[in-house]
């Protein structure tokens, strides 16, 4: 079983940074894949970065060069550093852990206005 609960999430204007943090509980987390997911009103849930621990990260097209994914297996922890905010970037963001099954955090709410 593991456990993830994300931190970080707030209010912050346009063109600003916030740094969301996921710590997770389970002594497998260094092996699952680790991704960031956001779900805004009204929309899908979408990919917006992922973490495969092998060195490979994936981002979504639309936060490439302003979002990092980035990992501390020692601390059980992913983070999703977050520069240049949008107002369409406001959304819930959920943490993923994958593995043979997958697990999901509570989410936490960033807001940037218009």
């Known amino acids: 079983q593991v456990q993830l609960v994300e931190s970080g999430g707030g209010l912050v204007q346009p063109g600003g940074s916030l740094r969301l943090s996921c710590a997770g509980s389970g002594s497998i987390f260094g092996r699952m894949v680790m991704g960031w997911y956001r779900q805004a009103p009204g929309e899908q849930r979408e990919l917006v970065a992922t973490d495969t621990n092998s060195g490979r990260t994936n981002y979504a097209d639309s936060v490439k060069g302003r979002f990092t994914i980035s990992r501390d297996n020692a601390k059980n922890t992913v983070y999703l550093q977050m520069n240049s905010l949008k107002p369409e970037n406001t959304a819930v963001y959920s943490c993923?852990?994958?593995?043979?099954?997958?697990?999901w955090g509570q989410g936490t709410q960033v807001t940037v206005p218009s």
């Open positions: 993923n852990a994958r593995g043979v099954r997958s697990y």
